[in-house]
């Protein structure tokens, strides 16, 4: 099971900060990639950021501005996302599959355990 929650609706220029929990037969380990997704209305899912043991990788739209982390002893994935802008709108997803990220973190099909997901608005 994946949790998400820190979502809300800011002003551009703000900040907000994800997490995501997982529990039960999600465990956190070395070898898993955790990632953000986010969707707006009408958009595809689109990867924001992934992180594993080695590695982390962020969309080039938010790079800069977002930061990812993960906390591997609480099996626990943040966001930061600071100089939020209207176009970051959307819902925000985490998601874990069960290998390391590398070049193929933002294909959204390879990720077998997806949270609920948490509403950001930037107006």
């Known amino acids: 099971q994946l949790v998400e929650s820190g979502g809300g609706s800011v002003q551009a220029g703000e900040s907000l900060r994800l997490s995501c929990v997982a529990s039960g037969n999600i465990q956190g380990g070395y070898d898993l990639c955790m990632a953000w997704f986010r969707q707006a209305p009408g958009k595809e899912r689109e990867g924001v950021a992934a992180?594993?043991?080695?590695?982390?990788v962020t969309l080039d739209a938010v790079k800069g501005r977002f930061t990812i982390s993960r906390d591997n002893a609480e099996t626990t994935l943040y966001l930061q996302m600071d100089s939020l802008k209207p176009e970051d709108t959307g819902m925000y997803y985490c998601?874990?599959?069960?290998?390391?990220?590398?070049?193929?973190?933002?294909?959204?099909?390879?990720?077998?355990?997806w949270g609920q997901g948490t509403q950001v608005t930037v107006s």
């Open positions: 992180a594993d043991s080695g590695e982390s």
């Open positions: 998601a874990v599959r069960a290998w390391l990220c590398g070049a193929t973190w933002f294909r959204h099909i390879q990720y077998e355990y």
